[in-house]
């Protein structure tokens, strides 16, 4: 998620994601990658912009699950063996772009066949009625583990539907995207 709007934000954000994808391609750790592309996105950044972000790579084999956070919202991660949606909270990190030569945390966990990551923006748990109340964190959790059986496609309707239904009349301020991932099996590479 970028701060700001229009094309200076998107053309940030069109520029990060083509960093983070060089960098981890690189065969760099996922700490390592956010520590190199926050020094790219600091060189020149006179317009005062910053990225938060969330970025994990999957072990397909192992299922092990190494991320780090540079001060985005927790994902929520819905384990079968748990039956349900928690949120994946780690100490968040500083943003991108903020402050040359950050260090990142890398944190990991485990997935196992049938386990689910459900990614958001902010603009998922502030959305606002007309009362000005946020659609928040534990109205997400509800949501998600009230139709945790239903596919991704289904759920990512869903929420944005249960969002609109709770926003009413009130006007969108913030962008809102949502990625749930299912992992079905582990491979054999």
């Excluded at 709007?5 to 940030?12: D, H, M």
């Excluded at 520029?15 to 996105?41: C, H, P, Q």
């Excluded at 994990?56 to 919202?73: C, M, Q, R, T």
């Amino acid at each position: 998620d970028v701060s700001g709007k229009g094309v200076p934000a998107a053309l940030i954000m069109m520029i990060t994601k083509t960093l983070i994808k060089n960098t981890a391609l690189n065969g760099k750790s996922v700490d390592e990658v956010f520590y190199n592309v926050n020094n790219m996105l600091c060189e020149g950044n006179q317009s005062n912009h910053f990225v938060t972000s969330w970025f994990g790579i999957l072990d397909l084999k192992s299922g092990k699950l190494e991320f780090v956070n540079a001060g985005h919202n927790p994902p929520l991660v819905y384990t079968k063996r748990g039956n349900k949606f928690e949120f994946l909270k780690t100490k968040p990190n500083l943003i991108l772009a903020a402050m040359e030569n950050t260090k990142y945390t890398k944190h990991e966990t485990i997935l196992e066949p049938g386990d689910k990551l459900f990614l958001y923006t902010d603009g998922v748990t502030e959305a606002a009625n007309e009362k000005n109340e946020l659609y928040g964190e534990e109205r997400l959790q509800n949501y998600l583990n009230c139709h945790m059986e239903e596919s991704v496609e289904t759920t990512i309707k869903g929420v944005k539907k249960d969002i609109d239904y709770f926003v009413g009349n009130a006007s969108q301020f913030d962008d809102i995207t949502m990625l749930e991932f299912l992992f079905k099996e582990k491979k054999e590479i």
